[in-house]
């Protein structure tokens, strides 16, 4: 396994993560996702900490709770072999506080994770979505508590745009709180929003990226080809309503680019393109999710190897797209001689900041 600092925590992670949004299989949503029993994740849990991938990602709301009691069941007996990560803020019952970033809602939620998850500790607590109807000085407050009190170590945001970040942080800072270092987001080679702002933010904040959904919700698994019905057993039959939107011919364009790197490499589809983003820059670990044995094993194998700068290269010209404004003009030239691109060329060291 390969071991990346979590942003500027000094804190090393896997590079390669599980996520759980799989395990318990309750609501139309997450049924699609995967219905892993307590057994079978037990099965799952074995085969990552053999691998190294020790660290495990769920949230209140996956499967209704279901998620955080079923990977903390797998993981009874050696929880201290394992990172655990988790999220708050979405709608976790029927109660008017049952939703947001009020100081109830989060030292309540922290409380109700521990003890799904049978622990006495969260490595990474995150918040899930930003919310703006509670001040970020009393959420930071309460985040900051959290930590003093041993029950969060490391704290993280999720699916927060870039102002909505450097708030937060900047009241942190302001006060001596304790900051974010790491940012869940969604980032593949179908879906490089990640780039234009939060990218630079975290190279800027010192906030390791901490990746979901990096085969595009399930566009490249390698199944999906140009001019072909969608699989059978593809989830985007009952989940393509809430995956990130992709333009087909995009797809195809990068699918076709795996399909050539992956013969090259004598890897499968999925490897190249978890590969690809190992050696993006910020990148502190992708989570990865499976329903199944072959899955995981299969997605384990993006790790000790690289792409060279060739075909890197391919990948970013099949899966580019004209960032939006104010970033574009920094990439189509219009102001290039002067004004470098935000985004550095250079991937920075594993050991390094990530």
């Known amino acids: 396994m390969e071991y990346r600092f979590l942003g500027a925590s000094g804190f090393k992670v896997p590079a390669l993560g599980f996520g759980a949004g799989t395990f318990g299989g309750k609501g139309p949503l997450f049924a699609a996702w995967g219905a892993t029993d307590t057994a079978e994740a037990r099965r799952l849990v074995d085969i990552c900490l053999e691998a190294g991938a020790s660290l495990f990602d769920t949230a209140d709301v996956y499967s209704d709770g279901a998620s955080e009691e079923i990977l903390g069941a797998a993981l009874k007996g050696r929880r201290d072999r394992a990172i655990l990560s988790t999220k708050l803020t979405l709608r976790a019952g029927e109660g008017p506080n049952d939703i947001g970033a009020s100081r109830p809602h989060l030292i309540g939620g922290v409380e109700r994770a521990l003890r799904r998850l049978g622990t006495d500790y969260i490595d990474l607590l995150q918040l899930h979505h930003f919310d703006a109807m509670t001040p970020v000085e009393s959420v930071m407050a309460a985040l900051d508590d959290l ?35 790491a940012n869940q987001v969604y980032y593949s080679l179908i879906g490089r929003d990640y780039e234009w702002e939060l990218m630079p933010l975290g190279l800027d904040q010192g906030l390791g990226a901490v990746v979901w959904s990096p085969l595009g919700w399930g566009r490249l698994t390698g199944r999906i080809r140009r001019g072909q019905p969608l699989p059978s057993g593809s989830r985007l039959h009952d989940t393509a309503q809430y995956a990130p939107p992709v333009d087909e011919e995009r797809l195809y364009r990068v699918v076709d680019a795996l399909d050539a790197v992956a ?79 935000p985004v550095p060329a250079v991937l920075p060291t594993a050991g390094g900041a990530a």
């Not at 490897?271 to 499976?290: D, F, H, K, Y």
């Not at 075909?311 to 004004?339: C, H, I, K, T």
């Open 147 to 181: 930590v003093r009190a041993g029950k969060v170590r490391y704290l993280g945001a999720s699916n927060f745009s870039g102002w909505q970040l450097m708030k937060s942080q900047a009241a942190a800072d302001r006060h001596g709180r304790t900051h974010f270092v």
């Open 263 to 341: 013969a090259e490499t004598g890897r499968s589809v999925p490897q190249v393109a978890i590969r690809w983003l190992l050696q993006r820059p910020t990148v502190s670990t992708v989570l990865i999710g499976a329903r199944n044995e072959a899955q995981l094993r299969d997605n384990l194998g993006a790790i000790g190897w690289s792409l060279d700068a060739h075909q890197m290269a391919r990948l970013d010209a099949a899966s580019a797209v004209m960032p939006p404004y104010p970033y574009y003009p920094y990439w189509n030239g219009m102001f290039a001689e002067r004004n470098p691109p």
